[in-house]
């Protein structure tokens, strides 16, 4: 007859009854077994060394198997200055605590530019990627969606309509805005795998 004990090792007791079990003892991945003792005194200790030997094998918490949480704040990593730049365009993104500023140049001329919109709420999706609902100096809202955030590297754009490019995607009022350009919706406004944004580059 065999009492089993919880580490997938078992000892053998006598016939009869179950009140005596094998002297035994724990060593790091194997539980010992020898004939002789009895009474509970023996079945005590075991599972005593038992306790001690799973609190001192015990699984190491790993942080980065946690499920993520998105706590709607903005990403410490994107703060500073980005760009991408090409032969006859550049694209900049000046992101500070409370605001960003956006400067696209094509040709020499200033395209799509603006300054100092308030950053008035955010989406993580993950650790690396998002949504920044931001409000114009006009009172409109819209949103700069990011992805493969590195510390060095990122890709960042303003939304637009992927079915309708150059259309105005800016609603009046924020609720409005967390709506349209929720994760949910992201792909639809130029977000997720519809950012197709050349790399920026942390400036400074």
């Given at each position: 007859?065999?009492i089993?004990?919880?580490?997938?090792y078992?000892?053998?007791?006598?016939?009869?009854?179950?009140?005596?079990?094998?002297?035994?003892?724990?060593?790091r991945?194997?539980?010992?077994?020898?004939?002789g003792?009895?009474?509970?005194?023996?079945?005590?200790?075991?599972?005593?060394?038992?306790?001690?030997?799973?609190?001192?094998?015990?699984?190491?918490?790993?942080?980065?198997?946690?499920?993520?949480?998105?706590?709607?704040?903005?990403?410490?990593?994107?703060?500073?200055?980005w760009?991408?730049?090409?032969?006859?365009?550049?694209?900049?993104?000046?992101?500070?605590?409370?605001?960003?500023?956006?400067?696209?140049?094509?040709?020499?001329?200033?395209?799509?530019?603006?300054?100092?919109?308030?950053?008035?709420?955010?989406?993580?999706?993950?650790?690396?990627?998002?949504?920044?609902?931001i409000?114009?100096?006009?009172?409109?809202y819209?949103?700069?969606y990011?992805?493969?955030?590195?510390k060095?590297?990122?890709?960042?754009?303003?939304?637009?309509?992927?079915?309708?490019?150059?259309?105005?995607?800016?609603?009046?009022?924020?609720?409005?805005?967390?709506?349209?350009?929720?994760?949910?919706?992201?792909?639809?406004?130029?977000?997720?795998?519809?950012?197709?944004?050349?790399?920026?580059?942390?400036?400074?």
């Amino acid at each position: 007859m065999y009492i089993k004990i919880n580490t997938g090792y078992s000892c053998p007791a006598r016939a009869k009854g179950v009140t005596m079990l094998q002297n035994c003892s724990l060593s790091r991945n194997r539980l010992f077994c020898v004939r002789g003792g009895g009474g509970i005194l023996p079945l005590l200790f075991a599972f005593s060394l038992l306790c001690a030997a799973l609190a001192f094998t015990g699984c190491e918490h790993d942080p980065g198997s946690s499920p993520f949480t998105d706590n709607h704040e903005l990403n410490s990593g994107l703060i500073g200055t980005w760009k991408a730049s090409g032969e006859d365009w550049s694209d900049t993104y000046t992101i500070k605590g409370g605001g960003i500023s956006h400067k696209f140049i094509y040709n020499g001329s200033d395209t799509g530019s603006y300054d100092n919109a308030e950053i008035a709420y955010v989406y993580n999706f993950n650790r690396t990627s998002g949504c920044i609902i931001i409000k114009y100096t006009s009172g409109k809202y819209s949103a700069v969606y990011f992805k493969n955030l590195s510390k060095n590297t990122m890709q960042m754009g303003d939304a637009y309509d992927v079915s309708n490019p150059g259309t105005d995607v800016s609603v009046a009022d924020l609720e409005e805005a967390q709506k349209k350009f929720s994760p949910a919706n992201a792909s639809s406004w130029g977000g997720a795998d519809a950012l197709m944004a050349a790399p920026q580059t942390r400036q400074g």
